[in-house]
T-cell receptor, first 111, second 116 residues
Framework: DAKTTQPPSMDCAEGRAANLPCNHS???????VYWYRQIHSQGPQYIIH???NNETNEMASLIITEDRKSSTLILPHATLRDTAVYYC????????????FGTGTRLKVLA | GAVVSQHPSRVICKSGTSVKIECRSL??????MFWYRQFPKQSLMLMAT?????????EQGVEKDKFLINHASLTLSTLTVTSAHPEDSSFYIC????????????FGEGSRLTVL
């Protein structure tokens, strides 16, 4: 079973920030939080990952709570091309990379 | 960044035939690759872990004689769907880990199989 839970769907206005939450209350100390997205009929695309500190890259920001039981992916200025299913996954970085995907959040960016 | 390529992207075959899907890591060596299956409007389901030079490890409920996996080199893994039936129609996706320590997996574009 997936170790994460996410809301099934969200809408966001174009140009606004999209905040996608993820609950991972059973996360272990050595497990990282990874975010991927899947645009329709394509393979998943890596977005960002983190352990306990907040992270930012050219695509998004990742905010992890202090107790590490939840995180939020932030797309600062959503565009129509960000419409996709977003998956939050936990896995040990030095582990097997045997990702178990949950149901993800279907983000729809509205014009 | 690291790139994983799958071929073919789409394939249509008749029931009872076998279909081979290739997964290649283009600019890095992948000792381990993973195969997923995805039905419409559902999440990715891990089918098997493909290890270079050894037998694949299959997830519970996945028939190893039905889904043959070969990982003959550090850049190529193949999935063969044998004696395909319409219920095998699905979106098949492979992935590979990048350079040691980077953590993330890189996924192929996916291969859509339709069995008539």
């Amino acid at each position: 079973d997936a170790k994460t839970t996410q809301p099934p769907s969200m809408d966001c206005a174009e140009g606004r920030a999209a905040n996608l939450p993820c609950n991972h209350s059973t996360i272990s100390g050595n497990e990282y939080v990874y975010w991927y997205r899947q645009i329709h009929s394509q393979g998943p695309q890596y977005i960002i990952h983190g352990l306990k500190n907040n992270e930012t890259n050219e695509m998004a920001s990742l905010i992890i709570t202090e107790d590490r039981k939840s995180s939020t992916l932030i797309l600062p200025h959503a565009t129509l091309r960000d419409t996709a299913v977003y998956y939050c996954i936990v896995d040990p970085r030095s582990g097997t990379y045997k990702y178990i995907f949950g149901t993800g959040t279907r983000l729809k960016v509205l014009a | 960044g690291a790139v994983v390529s799958q071929h073919p992207s789409r394939v249509i075959c008749k029931s009872g035939t076998s279909v081979k899907i290739e997964c290649r890591s283009l600019d890095f060596q992948a000792t381990t690759m993973f195969w997923y299956r995805q039905f419409p409007k559902q999440s990715l389901m891990l089918m098997a872990t493909s290890n270079e030079g050894s037998k694949a490890t299959y997830e519970q409920g996945v028939e190893k004689d039905k889904f043959l996996i070969n990982h003959a080199s550090l850049t190529l893994s193949t999935l063969t769907v044998t004696s395909a039936h319409p219920e095998d129609s699905s979106f098949y996706i492979c992935s590979a880990s990048g350079q040691r320590g980077t953590g993330e997996l890189f996924f192929g574009e996916g291969s859509r199989l339709t069995v008539l």
